[in-house]
């Protein structure tokens, strides 16, 4: 086989094998996954999806890579199974905070998306360049995935399939665990022998690898570490984002935790979650008192209902009252308590909903007497807004009540201020939050 030597294969020759191999696989992959930036054999690594692929010197500037590691990230990368319809929001989120700089990893896919498209104009001039640019990260081509949705004509947003968003972040998790690693190593080696250079592992026939040994350290599960702690203080604190890091996701357990996840009008940490859960978990506002009523909410308070129900209950607050957040609770309501009321109309596979699911709210849940939950369906072809129902805020959050009781027992039996020993004697007032425009009530 040509560029074959010992178990290695020259780097042209592993772009095309990872290529052949991951022709049918769900993600689009894409040349020049070795050869081409942000890949950089030099550095003694290459990112295949959640895998680290190492690299070994042969000789002056000639590189290769093991045929046994792209075989294996190619097999991981054709199990992913992906629903195009099920997108993440990117960027860009006007007002939101600078991201925290992480020297660890240098992929930073979403910086890196986010840098392409303003220089590129836009998904669209992207995808008319024909100067043959491969836009890959991590072996992926992003550009075949990307979908642009413009609101009101002007503002402009860039989305991606959640399995690609699940893939980034593992390959963005994986790097840093690599790097600490080679990091902690050198150390080690110079403690041992100051006078020693950092050292290189070498195979049988002589060659140097800059890879370290053993797996990547494991993510350790998140069991309450942070319960009853306030976000605003916890997170002025210095090396909370590197503990963060450590934890998996709270509520999907498989992928790394990349934020803390905290209630909105409590204050208090919920825990630690994936940017693709903590995405998911944000509700879809129109306005700062409006919600859109997406498809993603089937998962929330259907498919992974336990889970979700569980992660909100972690806030002493919320689980005082057995409710959720105003947001919260309103999505619930119109998605669960009024499904029967939505209109269907004649689809080839029976009957399907019709319009767009909506709800919007006056007053707050401060003052629950003046707080009135409208459940509305936009584009009815029985009247473009049709209301379903008018809820009080205390109606929706017995109704809650009685469905959580009956969906999720294990939750309620754990609810209720009579349950809740260390509960503060007087309530947190609402936490501003200023990651994103009208998200302040999330």
Request: aromatic share 6%; with cysteine.
């Amino acid at each position: 086989m040509p560029g074959h030597t010992d178990g290695l294969i020259t780097l042209d020759t592993a772009d095309a094998l990872w290529v052949d191999l991951t022709a049918g696989s769900a993600a689009p992959t894409a040349h020049g996954a070795f050869t081409c930036s942000p890949a950089c054999a030099r550095v003694g690594y290459v990112l295949l999806g959640g895998h680290v692929v190492t690299t070994v010197r042969v000789s002056g500037d000639q590189w290769s890579v093991p045929e046994v590691e792209v075989r294996r990230a190619a097999t991981a990368l054709n199990a992913v199974r992906m629903d195009r319809q099920d997108l993440v929001r990117i960027g860009p989120f006007r007002g939101a905070p600078r991201q925290e700089r992480n020297e660890d990893t240098p992929l930073r896919w979403r910086q890196r998306i986010r840098g392409e498209l303003h220089e590129l104009g836009g998904p669209e001039r992207a995808a008319r360049r024909e100067d043959g640019r491969p836009y890959h990260l991590a072996g992926i081509d992003w550009r075949r995935m990307l979908v642009e949705q413009t609101r009101d004509g002007t503002h402009r947003t860039w989305w991606l399939p959640r399995a690609v968003v699940r893939l980034l972040d593992a390959a963005e998790h994986a790097e840093t665990q690599w790097v600490r690693a080679a990091r902690t190593r050198q150390a080690s080696a110079a403690v041992t022998d100051p006078a020693s250079r950092p050292r290189q592992a070498r195979d049988a026939g002589g060659r140097q690898t800059t890879s370290p040994e053993g797996p990547t350290a494991s993510r350790r599960p998140y069991n309450k570490e942070l319960e009853g702690q306030l976000y605003s203080v916890l997170s002025r604190k210095p090396g909370t984002s590197r503990r963060v890091a450590g934890w998996a996701c709270a509520v999907c357990r498989t992928a790394p935790a990349t934020v803390l996840d905290h209630c909105h009008e409590h204050g208090y940490i919920r825990g630690p979650l994936c940017q693709s859960c903590n995405t998911l978990e944000r509700p879809d506002h129109l306005y700062s008192n409006d919600i859109r009523v997406a498809n993603r909410y089937t998962r929330l308070f259907h498919t992974d209902t336990d889970d979700w129900l569980r992660h909100w209950h972690r806030c002493p607050g919320c689980r005082a009252r057995t409710t959720l957040p105003l947001p919260h609770l309103a999505a619930w309501t119109a998605h669960t308590a009024c499904r029967s009321l939505r209109p269907t109309h004649r689809a080839p596979r029976g009957r399907k909903p019709c319009g767009v699911l909506r709800v919007s709210w006056t007053g707050s849940q401060n003052t629950p007497r003046s707080c009135l939950l409208t459940v509305t369906v936009d584009f009815c072809p029985s009247g473009e807004h049709r209301v379903l129902a008018q809820l009080p805020y205390r109606e929706a959050a017995d109704r809650f009540r009685a469905w959580l009781a009956e969906t999720a027992p294990a939750v309620a039996a754990a609810a209720g201020p009579d349950r809740l020993d260390d509960l503060p004697a007087q309530s947190r007032p609402i936490i501003a939050d200023t990651s994103g425009k009208d998200l302040e009530l999330f």
